[in-house]
């Protein structure tokens, strides 16, 4: 407060009280990479049923899940393309029925098809949907990219960089889980928006 002592006209003026600092913003917490939509596909017969659902999400304080869109590659094998991009189809709705307000992905970019016209066709049909990233590949290579687990060594191919591209502009980020090192490189060459790896394992801690 001015005591008056400069001559200035602000004598007998008070500064406002500092308003009261807000409530700390409780930070987001999500799940990166849920395989809930897989196990209840009926082609998951290994594995459990799911354990995350709306209620136990709540309880445990998850605010959001990525929920993946994934079939195996047996299972691709076994039901041929059209059948596959069904059971996608399905995963969709049932994320939507499930799972109201939460986050898609695709793992595994083969179940786009080899077939270019019919690859973007689908991925656009994703996008729609809002899918939040693409997993290009997973235990086996595929038309995309290499995997880290196949015995032969590929990189990123002509059709995985058109894909990339058309990710880009449609904002879709571009997941390297499962992909080779050479994949890896290849892809952070080209690639223009980050890249993430949703659910990858370290080499070693340092």
Known sequence: KCQGECGCSCHGWEAPEAPEAPEAYKPITCDMHCDALWQLSGYALRQAPP????????????????????????????LGDDESWRSIELQVKR??????????????????????????????????????YLTLTH???????????????????KLGYEVIKECDD??????????SDTSIAEILDVQVRPVIASHSGCRALL
């Open 95 to 132: 994320a939507k029925d499930l799972f109201p307000g939460q986050f898609i992905a695709l793992e595994g970019g083969r179940v786009l098809s080899l077939d270019v016209v019919r690859m973007m066709s689908r991925l656009k049909q994703l996008t729609a949907d809002g899918i939040k």
């Open 170 to 179: 449609y904002g879709i980020f571009i997941d390297v889980s499962h992909a």
């Open 51 to 78: 354990t995350v659902d709306l209620q136990r999400m709540q309880f445990g304080g998850l605010d959001k899940v990525v929920l993946s869109l994934y079939l195996s590659d047996a299972t691709q094998d076994s």
């Open 139 to 157: 235990n086996s290579n595929n038309g995309l990219c290499g995997s880290a687990t196949d015995k032969k060594v590929i990189g990123l191919t």
